[in-house]
């Protein structure tokens, strides 16, 4: 009975029925797979989304330029950075605690230079040995053009802001240029350019390490205190704007005719 009803089913039947159903077990494990294999929203994207100090988009490193500089900064090397920061407070030292000058004390290096080398190269001829070997040392064109045009690409750009920030109607960049000069004139005020130029070199070798370390914390602190100084501008600016007069419809009707 049961061969007689499996050949009373047409072959070709059996063999649509049978192919619908691979079909469908197929397109289910493709579905399956397809959902598996769907790539999960990366911890990039999610990192993307938050917000960071100035707008960065790149690492530290990179903001920095990248190269021995930033590595520098940044205390890759520990040796090198403790090394240039023991130089320049050697040298703060020296013009500021024991009132050394400028061109004293460019003059007392080149003499004492002068001297060993001279003595060095006449008494090289007593002892029988080889005079020491002074390199050539000479600035190349293509590099003092470089710096030149460098320099002067900076200086028009200052320029072009300055102008932008008088002529222009964005009175939240100028607050802050009127605040950081301001900031500039009580420092300098406070203490000579020598001692402000190494508390820049110190505020440079401590807040990039820093801010690299704890970047999330202080993202995130920006960005409530950005929130903050937004609404608060929003008061100040409504309530400027509400007290100017303005003119009425029945003015500029009459000016147009």
Do not use: E
């Given at each position: 009975m049961a061969e007689h009803s499996e050949e009373s089913v047409p072959r070709g039947e059996k063999e649509s029925v049978t192919e619908k159903l691979a079909d469908q077990v197929h397109s289910h494990g493709s579905s399956s797979d397809s959902d598996s294999e769907r790539p999960e929203p990366s911890s990039f994207s999610v990192k993307s989304r938050i917000y960071r100090l100035f707008g960065r988009e790149k690492p530290v490193h990179q903001v920095l330029g990248g190269g021995k500089p930033a590595d520098v900064l940044l205390w890759r090397n520990k040796k090198v950075s403790a090394g240039v920061?023991?130089?320049?407070?050697?040298?703060?030292?020296l013009f500021e605690l024991f009132d050394y000058h400028l061109v004293t004390l460019v003059s007392y290096g080149l003499l004492f230079t002068l001297v060993i080398l001279f003595l060095w190269s006449n008494a090289t001829t007593f002892i029988n040995k080889s005079p020491p070997r002074i390199p050539e040392v000479s600035v190349p064109e293509d590099l003092a053009l470089d710096i030149a045009l460098s320099v002067r690409y900076e200086i028009n750009r200052g320029f072009a802001v300055l102008r932008d920030i008088v002529v222009g109607r964005d009175l939240k960049k100028f607050l802050a240029v009127v605040a950081g000069l301001w900031f500039l004139s009580f420092l300098g005020s406070s203490c000579d350019f020598l001692t402000l130029i190494y508390i820049a070199f110190i505020l440079l070798h401590s807040v990039p390490v820093l801010y690299e370390k704890y970047d999330d914390k202080v993202d995130s602190f920006a960005e409530k205190s950005l929130a903050e100084m937004k609404r608060h501008y929003n008061l100040v600016q409504a309530k400027v704007m509400?007290?100017?007069?303005?003119?009425?419809?029945?003015?500029k009707d009459k000016k147009h005719q």
């Open positions: 920061l023991g130089l320049v407070t050697a040298i703060w030292v509400a007290k100017v007069p303005r003119r009425s419809a029945s003015v």
